[in-house]
T-cell receptor, first 113, second 109 residues
Framework: EAQVTQNPRYLITVTGKKLTVTCSQNMNHEYMSWYRQDPGLGLRQIYY???????DKGDVPEGYKVSRKEKRNFPLILESPSPNQTSLYFC????????????FGPGTRLTVL | EDQVTQSPEALRLQEGESSSLNCSYTVSGLRGLFWYRQDPGKGPEFLFTLYSAGEEKEKERLKATLTKKESFLHITAPKPEDSATYLCAVSNSGYALNFGKGTSLLVTP
């Protein structure tokens, strides 16, 4: 089954404790992206990757890191999480810029205390 | 800076009562306008991509249209299962996506 998976689905952590949210897709997509969704603010893009080893900042990259060492995986790293990073996070993938039908993962609900 | 404004924020319809959702946008060089549906607690699900003014696409009870300044998502004879949040997004590069805040649609029996 074609899908985007994220882990963990739910996470409660404390300020400053480094964490990684994993994202994996099995569709051989070149493009992957991370979003956060907050009430009243909608979906905002954090980082995106056009292919292996190629990433770029979205609208809200501060406090986040990404890497794309393999085509299927695109982890989101929070080196020192803060309470304002409490949010619902989505990973997405698509074939590429000329076919931007993005497939979204199920979401990761992160709470930073 | 790209901007996407969706209206109304919320819409309540009776089953069978047709209506339209609006997405107004400003973007420097539109590479695509996208409509997604999002159910509570789930990731957005792709509906349509529109590339140029005058383009229309249909899927079941939904029809999306595009002008140079806005897009409409027309819902014909909606059913309760059409209840969801509908998201509009634009891209000027093919990579970065700028989403609107969405329209929450409730269809009552």
């Amino acid at each position: 089954e074609a899908q985007v998976t994220q882990n963990p689905r739910y996470l409660i952590t404390v300020t400053g404790k480094k964490l990684t949210v994993t994202c994996s897709q099995n569709m051989n997509h070149e493009y992957m992206s991370w979003y956060r969704q907050d009430p009243g603010l909608g979906l905002r893009q954090i980082y995106y990757s056009m292919n292996v080893e190629v990433t770029d900042k979205g609208d809200v990259p501060e406090g986040y890191k990404v890497s794309r060492k393999e085509k299927r995986n695109f982890p989101l790293i929070l080196e020192s999480p803060s309470p304002n990073q409490t949010s619902l996070y989505f990973c997405a993938s698509s074939l590429g810029p000329t076919n931007n039908e993005q497939f979204f993962g199920p979401g990761t609900r992160l709470t930073v205390l | 800076e790209d901007q996407v404004t969706q209206s109304p924020e919320a819409l309540r319809l009776q089953e069978g009562e047709s209506s339209s959702l609006n997405c107004s946008y400003t973007v420097s060089g539109l590479r695509g306008l996208f409509w997604y549906r999002q159910d509570p607690g789930k990731g957005p699900e792709f509906l349509f991509t529109l590339y140029s003014a005058g383009e229309e696409k249909e899927k079941e009870r939904l029809k999306a249209t595009l002008t140079k300044k806005e897009s409409f998502l027309h819902i014909t004879a909606p059913k309760p299962e059409d209840s969801a949040t509908y998201l509009c997004a634009v891209s000027n590069s093919g990579y970065a996506l700028n989403f609107g805040k969405g329209t929450s649609l409730l269809v009552t029996p």
